[in-house]
């Protein structure tokens, strides 16, 4: 099985398209991932509201311990304090929400960001070159079947006029030399449907 044509203007083209599809893939991922990290510049404000709360809720329970040891009113201290502590754990809770809200929204557009183009870019560049390569494929094996040359010439006589000006015409025409079997002219005529297909007799 052969990747490329042998011709080199197909071979270059081929290249080239190669290319230009792995560029683009390779650029839809650069882009992908630069749109995330812009994204998850908006989980900022949550990593800062976790931490404050964190801090405030940790500050207001060591005050509540602390107000607990004063003899009488130690409990009636503790409690307000607790509670001061416990919504500072609401604030950071509230902020660890917003990282995952962020993070799930940066996933999904890198994702999205990633699947379209290169599923665009796999539908409009893979179906030729495996088209290309399933007939090279059997272009080879039709020429190394009995009477495989016979039907290449023949195709190649059903193709564009401008590839047959390269054979030499005998008397009769082109047309009349393949139906009498005349061997140089299928071989000429098959060289035509080869090249035409990228491939070298």
Do not use: H
Not at 155 to 166: S, T
Not at 185 to 197: G, M, N, Q, Y
Request: with cysteine; hydrophobic share 50%.
């Amino acid at each position: 099985m052969r990747l490329y044509a042998q011709t080199p203007a197909r071979r270059n083209r081929q290249v080239i398209g190669d290319l230009i599809a792995v560029g683009l893939m390779a650029a839809a991922v650069w882009f992908a991932l630069a749109v995330r990290d812009a994204v998850m510049l908006l989980a900022e404000p949550g990593r800062r509201v976790e931490s404050s709360g964190d801090s405030l809720a940790g500050a207001l329970g060591e005050a509540g311990d602390a107000a607990s040891n004063v003899p009488l009113v130690g409990g009636l201290l503790k409690r307000p304090l607790q509670s001061a502590a416990d919504a500072g754990a609401g604030f950071a809770d509230a902020g660890q929400s917003l990282q995952d809200t962020v993070g799930q929204v940066a996933d999904l557009t890198t994702t999205a960001l990633i699947v379209v183009p290169v599923a665009v870019v796999l539908l409009l560049w893979l179906p030729p070159r495996l088209r290309w390569i399933r007939r090279s494929v059997t272009v080879r094996r039709l020429l190394d079947s009995p009477g495989g040359s016979d039907l290449l010439a023949l195709r190649a006589l059903n193709g564009p006029l401008g590839d047959l000006a390269a054979v030499a015409a005998p008397a009769g025409g082109l047309a009349d030399a393949w139906r009498r079997g005349d061997r140089q002219v299928i071989a000429d005529l098959c060289e035509v449907a080869l090249r035409r297909a990228g491939l070298r007799p």
